[in-house]
């Protein structure tokens, strides 16, 4: 699922602080723990057609089946979320729909370090444990 985060100003590269990064990271490790899933992102240009490009990084991350990958292009103000067959069976597109909004949302106010977190703490909430 496409969403296409709302015009604002360019992101700073690199994107994040070194506090924000360590957050995501605890965040990260969290979600993989407790979901038995692993939560991934990519920051960065994504090439048309964008779902095919995220899908391509998607089948490239070691455990593609297990995997759930927040593409995010700030640039382009582009967000997928792509999720790997055992990822699905737990997270529904609906889901992922609604946890992109979100993130769009906390895109739009400027915090994307804040929407990156939710939006990984909200699918692994939703995910359970595995």
Known sequence: MEERVPD???VPDPPFTSRQTARIERVLATANVS?????NIYFGELDEP???HAERLHRGLPDPARSVLF???PNQRLL??????QARRRLSDR???IVALSMAAAFT??????????????LADHAGTG
């Open 109 to 122: 106010g400027g915090d994307l370090a804040g929407g990156v977190i939710a939006g990984i703490s909200q």
């Open 8 to 10: 604002g100003e360019n």
């Open 50 to 52: 964008v779902r095919q």
């Open 71 to 73: 593409a995010v292009s």
């Open 95 to 97: 889901t992922c729909e």
């Open 35 to 39: 979901t038995g899933l692993t939560f």
């Open 80 to 85: 997928e979320i792509v999720t790997g067959e």
